[in-house]
């Protein structure tokens, strides 16, 4: 089980690739505002995997919100409460999120594990970051090289 935050998930809900998540979690938890961020530009189906929960902490949101977005703050508040880890892409938000003893990963850490445990290849998974990357998702060089090297 993990929590997200939309970035990731717009990615690959966007290119179709759900299954990336599927291999490695039974059940990923979105709180309100990522739902609503996911659901911005068109109506998303999300499929059983997702569940949508309402952050109990409105204090720690505030807070959060000072230096973050309604639904990187509500991400991590949500991590916090339930005790699981959290997948964020923005760097402010992964400084926050790990400052607050939260475990995170992103989308690279998502392709890295897919590739460790087999349910993709090296090859997919850098002709998958290329294609995000023609869409728009940056992605820091260091990272990318990660996956290439692996």
């Not at 995170?104 to 445990?117: D, P, S, T, W």
């Amino acid at each position: 089980m993990i929590v997200s935050d939309s970035t990731t998930l717009i990615v690959l809900l966007d290119v179709k690739r759900e299954d990336l998540l599927s291999h490695l979690f039974d059940k990923l938890y979105i709180p309100k505002a990522v739902y609503d961020e996911l659901n911005f530009k068109k109506d998303i189906e999300l499929s059983s995997l997702f569940e949508v929960l309402e952050v109990q902490n409105k204090q720690k949101v505030k807070e959060l919100q000072l230096s973050l977005d309604i639904g990187e703050s509500e991400a991590i508040a949500l991590a916090i409460e339930m005790n699981l880890p959290l997948i964020i892409d923005e760097k402010k938000g992964r400084k926050v999120a790990k400052n607050l003893g939260v475990k995170i990963v992103g989308l690279i850490g998502v392709l890295y594990l897919n590739i460790q445990r087999g349910y993709i290849k090296k090859q997919d998974a850098i002709e998958f970051l290329d294609l995000v990357i023609s869409k728009g998702f940056r992605i820091d060089k260091k990272l990318y090289d990660i996956i290439v090297s692996s």
